[in-house]
């Protein structure tokens, strides 16, 4: 049947305009006059003759106009079918309408699963006849791609016509593509006929779950090894219906490590790259041994990378991180230190801590609470840990690096009083932490507070009282302890209507908090401590020198003397090393602890031991008073021990001013001081000051002491007198 479409884009015309009102008729003729009278005739009777006739009336008024005629229908489009005989078959308003509703999809080698870059059938297309008018045979169908899919057939065409409403389910199969991302392909099917689009949306298919028949079980991607030989076991999976490995489906996992790190080692006995062999649904492991430097440091972070490989080509890599961690080891010695950490604790932030315990000569201990799983007792559980620091460092030095407050849960309260029963008992938090979290866990301790306010280094020991509730659940908490385990607890209570009193504690130790807090305010030793750092441990800024630095100033009290001087001498506290601008919030933290040290040895405190080298005892005085000495006057938060450290550099005891280093350093901070400086040292309360220059000068003439100076000592400003007659001494 042969079958042509006259398309002719008509339609109907617009009705015709409504026409206008006629114009209003003529007047009418005027009336006719009236009889004339008779007159009287013989009989005496009266006649009137006739009158004329009247004048003609007026012309009447115009007609109104006609009505406006009404508008003519819109003509409309009628497609009609016709046969050869000329008959009309098929009529409507209506055309032809086609549309896709249906298609399926499936792998051409169908193993259950559909993956990246594979050939894929796509049958079923089913097309419907949404228009009145039979869609003629010949309709071609395209396949464009959308998203990760490939189609490059020739379109297809429907041979058979499709009535109104009617629908056709094609056998025509096509192929196409997979692209090479798993996850999701798009593709969308367009009709076309004679070359015409029609009204309407594309079909549109999604194909879903894209993946490669094998995969590696879920596994964790970061790993705590301690030193030594280690093992790590990767599962594979086999999720399709037809086995993997062999011919045609060659399956493997290889392991490498980090470019250029050589920190993990593989035993030559051991093949890396491991062939598989799995049955449909089965999952197998692959183990490896590696042995972990033992130069690797504590904490550092190493990666290796895994690839699963089929059939030639990586489809999944894996990379692990691993962070090298220490085991529990007993103390060394009996000043060592217990470190307490965990998997949240950045590397800087235990490079810090390490250079510091280094620095002083302490040897220290790791309790890892991640790899140990927990710090007092196993995880949640009530079970203690069979090989615990707490045989060892209970009532000692520990410094516990924690990222969230929850983790002071993981501290039994009474291991915590146990702790701080000793006499030289300290403990160190460093932890990002406020007033709600970790000095209210503390408070029900019963541990007397300390604060150190962050924001303001002026106001170095704030006191800041705790309100009536906080007092309360203090006192109420001892209160409970007490009755349920008297023996335990060295203190007693005495309790009145609105007035709670501790009466006796059996130990005093003061608990620093650095950050936000609330203190109460209790008998405190300067022998036992716990300290705040308010800084989040966990992330990519950790603590620095000088986060530590305020941190020692707590720890200064609890070191025996002979430690506190060698940290005094440390270079990272040394004022030449002061790179920072000198203001308020550098200078403190280290004038604070130069200050702690000068106390012991000023007499503030009881006098160093007897077998406290001299030269140590010299170095950390000149080191005190240079400090001093370069800070702007208004920093000097204890002058009278400045005062007290001249008078042991003129004393005979020491003689600290015929020694060569101190001379030399002396002279380089006077030569760095600017005019306004020297004000300073004419002040009244500075006389041992002008002392010290005097007694320097005249010692200076009668020795052949030679002192090597820095050049820049010549630029101070020779019109100053002090500094005048001392330069005349030095000959310079």
């Given at each position: 049947?042969?079958?042509?479409?006259?398309?002719?884009?008509?339609?109907?015309?617009?009705?015709?305009?409504?026409?206008?009102?006629?114009?209003?008729?003529?007047?009418?003729?005027?009336?006719?006059?009236?009889?004339?009278?008779?007159?009287?005739?013989?009989?005496?009777?009266?006649?009137?003759?006739?009158?004329?006739?009247?004048?003609?009336?007026?012309r009447g008024p115009r007609g109104n106009n006609g009505k406006t005629g009404t508008n003519g229908f819109d003509g409309y489009t009628v497609y009609n079918v016709v046969d050869s005989y000329g008959q009309i078959i098929e009529s409507n308003r209506m055309l032809y309408l086609p549309e896709v509703t249906y298609c399926e999809i499936r792998p051409v080698i169908?193993?259950?699963?559909?993956?990246?870059?594979?050939?894929?059938?796509?049958?079923?297309?089913?097309?419907?006849?949404?228009?009145?008018?039979?869609?003629?045979?010949?309709?071609?169908?395209?396949?464009?791609?959308?998203?990760?899919?490939?189609?490059?057939?020739?379109?297809?065409?429907?041979?058979?016509?499709?009535?109104?409403?009617?629908?056709?389910v094609l056998k025509q199969v096509t192929t196409g593509r997979i692209g090479p991302l798993v996850g999701k392909a798009r593709f969308a099917i367009t009709p076309q006929f004679m070359n015409r689009r029609f009204p309407g949306n594309p079909f549109r298919y999604t194909v879903n779950n894209i993946a490669y028949p094998v995969c590696f079980v879920e596994t964790s991607n970061f790993l705590r090894w301690t030193l030594g030989d280690q093992n790590i076991s990767l599962a594979v999976s086999n999720l399709s219906t037809m086995p993997c490995g062999g011919v045609g489906r060659e399956l493997n996992v290889s392991m490498q490590l980090c470019p250029g790190i050589s920190l993990l080692d593989v035993p030559g006995s051991f093949e890396p790259n491991s062939k598989l062999s799995l049955e449909p649904q089965q999952t197998s492991s692959v183990d490896y041994k590696l042995f972990v430097h033992p130069d690797i440091p504590f904490y550092e972070q190493v990666t290796i990378v895994v690839r699963l490989h089929l059939r030639n080509l990586v489809i999944e890599t894996l990379a692990i991180r691993i962070q090298i961690i220490s085991p529990y080891l007993p103390p060394l010695d009996e000043n060592s230190v217990l470190i307490i950490t965990g998997p949240h604790v950045h590397i800087n932030t235990f490079r810090v801590v390490d250079g510091f315990l280094k620095k002083v000569g302490y040897n220290y201990s790791i309790w890892d609470c991640g790899f140990n799983n927990g710090l007092s007792f196993m995880g949640q559980s009530i079970v203690r840990h069979e090989n615990t620091w707490m045989n060892h460092y209970l009532k000692k030095n520990i410094i516990w690096l924690t990222g969230a407050s929850t983790e002071l849960n993981l501290l039994d309260r009474n291991d915590l009083i146990e702790h701080f029963s000793g006499p030289n008992a300290s403990l160190f938090i460093v932890g990002n932490y406020n007033n709600e979290t970790a000095i209210n866990h503390i408070l029900t301790c019963g541990l007397p507070v300390k604060h150190l306010n962050e924001k303001d280094l002026s106001e170095w020991y704030t006191v800041k009282t705790p309100n009536e509730y906080y007092r309360n659940l203090f006192c109420n908490t001892i209160v409970k302890e007490y009755e349920n385990k008297e023996t335990e607890f060295r203190f007693k209570v005495n309790m009145t209507a609105n007035n709670i009193t501790l009466l006796e504690k059996g130990w005093t130790q003061s608990l620093y908090s650095y950050g936000t807090g609330v203190l109460l305010r209790s008998p405190i030793s300067i022998r036992s401590q716990f300290v705040f750092l308010s800084k989040d441990v966990s992330t990519a800024t950790p603590i620095d020198m000088n986060?530590?630095?305020?941190?020692?100033s707590g720890l200064v009290d609890i070191l025996p003397l002979t430690k506190k001087l060698q940290l005094l001498c440390c270079s990272s506290l040394q004022p030449s090393s002061l790179v920072l601008p000198r203001t308020e919030a550098n200078i403190l933290p280290q004038q604070s602890i130069i200050s702690s040290f000068l106390?012991?040895?000023?007499?503030?405190?009881?006098?160093?031991?007897?077998?406290?080298?001299?030269?140590?005892?010299?170095?950390?005085?000149?080191?005190?008073?240079l400090f001093h000495l370069s800070l702007e006057f208004k920093y000097s938060d204890q002058p009278h021990l400045l005062q007290k450290a001249i008078e042991i550099v003129l004393s005979q005891q020491y003689q600290l001013w015929r020694s060569p280093e101190f001379l030399a350093r002396f002279t380089q901070i006077l030569a760095a001081f600017k005019k306004e400086r020297w004000d300073y040292f004419v002040n009244p309360k500075s006389a041992s000051v002008l002392d010290l220059i005097s007694n320097l000068s005249k010692f200076l003439a009668t020795t052949d002491l030679k002192i090597e100076l820095d050049l820049s000592i010549k630029k101070a400003d020779p019109n100053i007198q002090p500094w005048t007659k001392l330069l005349t001494y030095l000959k310079i």
């Amino acid at each position: 049947m042969l079958f042509m479409l006259v398309d002719s884009k008509t339609k109907g015309g617009i009705g015709g305009a409504s026409g206008t009102g006629g114009d209003g008729g003529r007047g009418g003729t005027g009336g006719w006059g009236g009889e004339m009278g008779s007159h009287e005739d013989s009989s005496n009777l009266s006649f009137f003759n006739r009158g004329p006739s009247g004048n003609e009336g007026h012309r009447g008024p115009r007609g109104n106009n006609g009505k406006t005629g009404t508008n003519g229908f819109d003509g409309y489009t009628v497609y009609n079918v016709v046969d050869s005989y000329g008959q009309i078959i098929e009529s409507n308003r209506m055309l032809y309408l086609p549309e896709v509703t249906y298609c399926e999809i499936r792998p051409v080698i169908d193993d259950g699963i559909i993956e990246p870059q594979e050939i894929v059938e796509i049958s079923q297309i089913t097309v419907k006849n949404s228009g009145k008018i039979t869609l003629p045979a010949g309709l071609m169908l395209y396949i464009t791609d959308t998203s990760n899919f490939e189609w490059n057939e020739e379109p297809i065409i429907i041979p058979a016509a499709i009535p109104p409403d009617g629908e056709v389910v094609l056998k025509q199969v096509t192929t196409g593509r997979i692209g090479p991302l798993v996850g999701k392909a798009r593709f969308a099917i367009t009709p076309q006929f004679m070359n015409r689009r029609f009204p309407g949306n594309p079909f549109r298919y999604t194909v879903n779950n894209i993946a490669y028949p094998v995969c590696f079980v879920e596994t964790s991607n970061f790993l705590r090894w301690t030193l030594g030989d280690q093992n790590i076991s990767l599962a594979v999976s086999n999720l399709s219906t037809m086995p993997c490995g062999g011919v045609g489906r060659e399956l493997n996992v290889s392991m490498q490590l980090c470019p250029g790190i050589s920190l993990l080692d593989v035993p030559g006995s051991f093949e890396p790259n491991s062939k598989l062999s799995l049955e449909p649904q089965q999952t197998s492991s692959v183990d490896y041994k590696l042995f972990v430097h033992p130069d690797i440091p504590f904490y550092e972070q190493v990666t290796i990378v895994v690839r699963l490989h089929l059939r030639n080509l990586v489809i999944e890599t894996l990379a692990i991180r691993i962070q090298i961690i220490s085991p529990y080891l007993p103390p060394l010695d009996e000043n060592s230190v217990l470190i307490i950490t965990g998997p949240h604790v950045h590397i800087n932030t235990f490079r810090v801590v390490d250079g510091f315990l280094k620095k002083v000569g302490y040897n220290y201990s790791i309790w890892d609470c991640g790899f140990n799983n927990g710090l007092s007792f196993m995880g949640q559980s009530i079970v203690r840990h069979e090989n615990t620091w707490m045989n060892h460092y209970l009532k000692k030095n520990i410094i516990w690096l924690t990222g969230a407050s929850t983790e002071l849960n993981l501290l039994d309260r009474n291991d915590l009083i146990e702790h701080f029963s000793g006499p030289n008992a300290s403990l160190f938090i460093v932890g990002n932490y406020n007033n709600e979290t970790a000095i209210n866990h503390i408070l029900t301790c019963g541990l007397p507070v300390k604060h150190l306010n962050e924001k303001d280094l002026s106001e170095w020991y704030t006191v800041k009282t705790p309100n009536e509730y906080y007092r309360n659940l203090f006192c109420n908490t001892i209160v409970k302890e007490y009755e349920n385990k008297e023996t335990e607890f060295r203190f007693k209570v005495n309790m009145t209507a609105n007035n709670i009193t501790l009466l006796e504690k059996g130990w005093t130790q003061s608990l620093y908090s650095y950050g936000t807090g609330v203190l109460l305010r209790s008998p405190i030793s300067i022998r036992s401590q716990f300290v705040f750092l308010s800084k989040d441990v966990s992330t990519a800024t950790p603590i620095d020198m000088n986060d530590m630095t305020t941190l020692l100033s707590g720890l200064v009290d609890i070191l025996p003397l002979t430690k506190k001087l060698q940290l005094l001498c440390c270079s990272s506290l040394q004022p030449s090393s002061l790179v920072l601008p000198r203001t308020e919030a550098n200078i403190l933290p280290q004038q604070s602890i130069i200050s702690s040290f000068l106390s012991y040895v000023v007499g503030d405190v009881p006098a160093p031991p007897p077998e406290t080298p001299d030269s140590l005892i010299l170095e950390t005085i000149s080191s005190s008073i240079l400090f001093h000495l370069s800070l702007e006057f208004k920093y000097s938060d204890q002058p009278h021990l400045l005062q007290k450290a001249i008078e042991i550099v003129l004393s005979q005891q020491y003689q600290l001013w015929r020694s060569p280093e101190f001379l030399a350093r002396f002279t380089q901070i006077l030569a760095a001081f600017k005019k306004e400086r020297w004000d300073y040292f004419v002040n009244p309360k500075s006389a041992s000051v002008l002392d010290l220059i005097s007694n320097l000068s005249k010692f200076l003439a009668t020795t052949d002491l030679k002192i090597e100076l820095d050049l820049s000592i010549k630029k101070a400003d020779p019109n100053i007198q002090p500094w005048t007659k001392l330069l005349t001494y030095l000959k310079i």
